[in-house]
């Protein structure tokens, strides 16, 4: 079976504040999804990382796939309240052999940013 | 918005009640997924349809039931629940399935459930 375990759980940081939050994993994934889901929303795709090493910017957010696609973290800089959320990692599995490929979700990283 | 709507948004069941949840999708796409979404559990796949197929059914009970009449449309059909589960059920569209690895998953508001 194949986890993806994130961390921290829960984080409330002050506006301004710089954090990380980690998804990792024993299992080799071929891509890596981070979404963020608001309250009483689904989750909505942030970036798609493909590439072992890859890092993507998306204004203050960066995203890093680890070497050997096992890991990847997510990095805010200069947290704000709308960063509040929980913020989950999804990995493709690789070489399933099935009809699908399906998308393992990770355990979530809830945020809160206060003003 | 997503372009994926979920109907409705909140339900309370009775253990001996049957109920449907719908999910439509604007978007074009063949593939349409349903997750479950505990609490302190990882978003855990239901069901996938691809062109009105069902090509996955992850080992859920019986008492679920999708059905798919056409690729903008797909429904959880719903009898004696359990107060287990209770959760967010979520839908959600993709252009294909997955098959590469880059498919981007587009997902509903989600219902709210409550089995008491």
């Known amino acids: 079976t194949q986890l993806l375990e994130q961390s921290p759980q829960f984080l409330s940081i002050q506006e301004g504040e710089n954090l990380t939050v980690y998804c990792n994993s024993s299992?080799?994934?071929?891509?890596l999804q981070w979404y963020r889901q608001e309250p009483g929303e689904g989750p909505v795709l942030l970036v798609t990382?493909?590439?072992?090493?890859e890092v993507k910017k998306l204004k203050r957010l960066t995203f890093q796939f680890g070497d050997a696609r096992k890991d990847s973290s997510l990095h805010i800089t200069a947290a704000q309240p709308g960063d509040t959320g929980l913020y989950l990692c999804?990995?493709?599995?690789?070489?399933?052999?099935?009809?699908?490929?399906?998308?393992?979700f990770g355990t979530g990283t809830l945020l809160a940013v206060q003003p | 918005e997503t372009g994926v709507t979920q109907t409705p948004r909140h339900l309370v069941m009775g253990m001996t009640n049957k109920k449907s949840l719908k999910c439509e999708q604007h978007?074009?796409?063949?593939?349409m997924y349903w997750y479950k979404q505990s609490a302190k559990k990882p978003l855990e796949l239901m069901f996938v349809y691809s062109l009105e197929e069902r090509v996955e059914n992850n080992s859920v009970p019986s008492r679920f039931s999708p059905e798919c009449p056409n690729s903008s449309h797909l429904f959880l059909h719903l009898h004696t629940l359990q107060p287990e589960d209770s959760a967010l059920y979520l839908c959600?569209?993709?252009?294909?399935?997955?098959?590469?690895?880059?498919?981007?998953?587009?997902f509903g508001p989600g219902t709210r459930l409550l089995v008491l």
């Open positions: 299992s080799v994934f071929s891509s």
């Open positions: 990382v493909v590439t072992g090493g």
């Open positions: 999804a990995g493709y599995n690789s070489g399933y052999g099935g009809a699908t490929n399906k998308l393992i």
């Open positions: 978007l074009g796409h063949n593939a």
């Open positions: 959600a569209s993709s252009r294909a399935l997955g098959r590469a690895f880059q498919e981007t998953q587009y």
